[in-house]
Every structure is written in C-alpha cells, then in structure tokens.
C-alpha cells in the first residue's frame, strides 16, 4: 500500500514538474505555456485567497448548492427508479416522460431555471438537482431489474409482504448498483453547478473562477480551477467510502 501511494504522489509531482518548466520557460510546443502561471505564482495567489473569508465563503456557498441539489437528487433518483423499475404501469406512464428529458444537458436548463425560480440560489441547485437525478435514477431502475427473481419468490414463500420484500430483499440488493450511480451523479453535478456559478452566480468557486478568468488574473483561475478539482474528489471520495462502508456484507475480490 505504501509503495503504491509513493507511486501517486511521485505522478502528481511529476506533472507540477513538468509544468513549473515549461511555464517558466516560456514554452511553444504548439501549446503556449506562455501565457499560464508558474507555480510560484499559483501559490501565491492561493495563500493570498486562503487568508481571505470570501473564498471560504465561496467554499461554502458551492457545497451547501451541490449538497443540496445532490440530497434532493439521491432521494428522489432512488425513489423514481425503485417505482419504475418495479412497477410496468408506473413505467409505462414514467418512463417515456423521463427518457424524453433526460438526453437534455443539465446546464441548457440554466434559462428554464432562470425563468422558473424566485431566486437564482433556487435555480442553481434545481441545475444540479437534474444533473444528479437521472444517474441514479437510471443506476437504481437496472440494478431493481437485474435482481434474481429467485430472492423475491422465496420472501413471498415464507409469507412475506411486498413491504418486507422491499426492505429486505429490493433495497439491500440494489445497493452496488445505487451507489455506481452516487458515484456518477457526484461528479456530474459538480460539472453543471461550477457551470451554473459561472453563468448566473454571485458566490460560490465557479463564479469566483469565472470572475478571475474576466479580470485576467490567471493565476486566480487556476487556484479555482485546483479547487474544484479537490472539492469533486473529495466529495466522491467520500460517496465511495459510504458505499464500501454500507456494502461490507458484499463478497470481495482479491
């Protein structure tokens, strides 16, 4: 284990590397490094952000949106593909309604959201409500469907009702395929809720990004940028431990 987080932590290392030369080389190989911040002036600019409280505050605002709109999402995911996946009258009604929706890209929602609620806080976690819902509601409606038959008949056998089948049977069978779709909605959400900061936003990373991106401060963009990235991984980071946690029971590979 130890020699494979040296091997992660020399990769990272490597590509800062890599970057500290060409950017303070002035580098064109096709690409112009150029115009991009050294690392010097990166972190700079992240331990002037870092002393302020707007970036916190911007901090906050991004997670309290993407925990929000991924709450509301994983609710209302599992619910939805649990009924559809369970039910063919449900389905019949459902589905053609969601699968008409669900090709539309989160983000091209952004006027509808605009239009719709009070408040622009309201419309961007709706934004990222939608990104995360349809992962997991898709995740859960194949994961209810490939379920063993066998399992239900025998709950049913013993004389147990659809609720016990449900608790017992559907819901803890479901759960590795629940949690792929967590997995999936996490990061797609942050693409749409960064997106949404920027477009319609007063606080949050993305608007701050965008914000630095207009003032031509380059090294603030990518202090943003670095950011989003560690608050994605975190928080996926943190959706897969729940799962290995919630799904021990599960047999394991070598």
Do not use: K
């Amino acid at each position: 284990m130890n020699g494979r987080w040296a091997v992660r932590v020399a990769s990272v290392l490597a590509a800062a590397g890599v970057w500290q030369l060409l950017t303070a080389t002035d580098a064109r190989l096709w690409l112009r490094f150029d115009r991009l911040p050294t690392l010097d002036e990166i972190a700079a600019e992240a331990a002037r952000q870092l002393a302020t409280s707007v970036y916190a505050l911007d901090l906050l605002q991004s997670l309290i949106r993407i925990l929000t709109g991924f709450g509301l999402a994983t609710i209302a995911g599992i619910a939805a593909g649990v009924v559809v996946g369970r039910s063919a009258r449900i389905r019949d009604v459902l589905l053609p309604l969601l699968e008409a929706v669900r090709p539309i890209p989160a983000i091209a929602l952004v006027p509808v959201a605009i239009l719709m609620f009070p408040t622009d806080e309201q419309g961007i976690v709706f934004i990222t409500f939608v990104a995360a819902f349809f992962p997991i509601m898709v995740s859960t409606r194949h994961a209810v469907r490939a379920l063993p038959t066998l399992w239900e008949d025998a709950v049913r056998t013993l004389g147990g009702r659809r609720r016990h089948v449900l608790w017992n049977v559907v819901l803890p069978g479901i759960l590795p395929g629940v949690f792929g779709g967590l997995s999936v909605g996490m990061g797609v959400s942050w693409i749409c809720v960064i997106s949404a900061e920027m477009i319609s936003g007063e606080f949050g990373v993305g608007y701050r990004t965008w914000q630095a991106y207009t003032l031509v401060d380059y090294p603030g963009v990518i202090v943003g940028m670095v950011t989003i990235g560690l608050l994605g991984w975190l928080t996926s980071a943190a959706v897969e431990l729940i799962g290995r946690r919630v799904t021990r029971w599960l047999p394991r590979g070598a």
